[in-house]
């Protein structure tokens, strides 16, 4: 059965970075939904005379945007956020860590995993590049969660065997099968996809990641994410345990892991070798500006990733970020990048990319998500104003839809999540 749904629709189907009327918009527009996909977009009479006896839900009191995508968030660290006052290395040993070795318990990451994945939800998020648990069960139980809300995610049980709690610790052979058998179990079941993810290189030896390259060459589809350059301390120590390394992101291209179905987190601190090898394999850099600041790693450097041609997209990095808001995370990069002497001039059209369509793009999944096109699946967000607030205001007296959704960016938090539809079907979100 077709499905219209009527309002304010805004979508960027094309690169704003490299497009100058990249950002598309019907005042009065429509989608149809039929068979789990997007069959008809436009103005609604003329969608309208398409389907004329479709069912109709009215959407005008907001707007509807395709689903946001997060290429970086972390499922154990739910309950870390808000913890100030720290940097990278020390927030991780006394804030992060205790809670993710937590995690060997069955009950509570069950507990955690359903609370994680409707969070992600109830903030718009429909894809998203996870970091699993340390424990084979915990990441299970993250799969089994998405799944069962229908939720697209890419995750991975994360592995390390030095510098961390103890209770973190495997060992490349331990790594090996866990991970095989979770690969077997969730990669390529139905929108469950499977990634690589060695903590960082401070917390995996050269043998953990060769067992990442193993698996990696048994099974080419496989994703790999990691971090990169977050925080000049974790960059002094990484050198320090490679000492062959020519930088931080030889670490992991040595064995193999750096191509087109890689995402590296941060990359706040870039050297030029590095951008150029990102630009050459294809690799996608996840950009995570609230975390950044929260812990202070620093500015993204933006405008060196686009002269250098290295995609990036939106990262919310809970718990080191400050909520799961994709929204509010196009408001902080577009902070970020006010506060740098070679900052890049964002506007509206930029934000809404980065937060769904880039994201897609990074994911190698922009043939099915991140924007509104025919074709493409039903993974849509519905958002209004709360009542009362500056940004209703707003939404009756915007002169434009670029103004309208500048105001959505910058007054993020007067802003609902009220409906959520994945493969065309609305999820529910309490």
């Known amino acids: 059965m077709t499905l219209l749904l009527r309002g304010l629709v805004v979508h960027t189907p094309q690169n704003p970075f490299r497009e100058e009327k990249a950002l598309e918009a019907y005042a009065d527009g429509a989608i149809a939904l039929e068979g789990g996909r997007i069959v008809a977009l436009g103005p609604y009479p003329q969608v309208r005379r398409a389907y004329p006896q479709a069912p109709l839900e009215d959407c005008r009191a907001g707007l509807l945007l395709p689903g946001l995508v997060d290429t970086h968030v972390h499922y154990p660290q739910t309950r870390v956020m808000g913890a100030m006052g720290y940097t990278l290395l020390d927030w991780l040993e006394q804030r992060t860590l205790p809670q993710e070795a937590r995690l060997s318990d069955n009950k509570l990451a069950r507990e955690l995993a359903r609370e994680f994945v409707r969070l992600l939800l109830r903030n718009g998020t429909t894809t998203a590049l996870v970091f699993g648990s340390h424990f084979q069960g915990a990441t299970a139980n993250l799969f089994g969660a998405a799944e ?134 294809r690799a996608a850099v996840a950009h995570c500006p609230s975390s950044n600041a929260f812990i202070g790693s620093g500015l993204f450097p933006m405008q060196k990733h ?22 509010k995370e196009g408001f902080m990069a577009y902070i970020a990048q006010r506060l740098r002497p070679d900052g890049v001039a964002l506007g509206p059209a930029h934000l809404l990319y980065l937060a769904t369509r880039a994201g897609a793009e990074a994911l190698g999944l922009e043939g099915q998500i991140g924007d509104l096109s025919p074709g493409k699946q039903a993974d849509l967000v519905y958002l209004e104003p709360q009542p009362g607030s500056s940004l209703e205001v707003h939404f009756r007296h915007a002169a434009s839809v670029e103004e309208l959704l500048g105001a959505l960016f910058t007054l993020h938090g007067e802003a609902r999540v009220v409906r959520v539809w994945l493969d065309g079907q609305e999820a529910v979100l309490t």
Not at 252 to 258: K, P, Q
Request: net charge negative; aromatic share 8%; glycine share 8%.
């Open 306 to 327: 686009l002269h250098h041609g290295v995609r990036f997209a939106l990262g919310s990095d809970v718990g080191g970020g400050t909520g799961f808001s994709l929204i």
């Open 148 to 281: 069962e809300v229908g939720l697209r995610i890419i995750a991975g049980q994360v592995c390390s065997d030095r510098l961390l709690r103890p209770e973190l610790h495997t060992t490349p052979e331990r790594s090996y099968a866990e991970q095989k058998m979770l690969i077997q179990r969730f990669h390529g079941r139905g929108k469950l996809r499977y990634a690589l993810t060695p903590r960082f290189a401070l917390s995996a030896s050269e043998a953990l990641l060769e067992v990442c390259q193993s698996l990696l060459y048994e099974h080419p589809d496989l994703y790999f994410t990691s971090h990169l350059n977050e925080n000049t301390q974790e960059i002094r120590t990484v050198a320090e345990l490679f000492p062959w390394s020519a930088h931080y992101l030889h670490t992991y291209d040595r064995f193999g892991l750096v191509g087109q179905r890689s995402v590296l987190a941060h990359n706040v601190h870039p050297t030029e070798p590095e951008l150029l090898r990102l630009a050459e394999a």
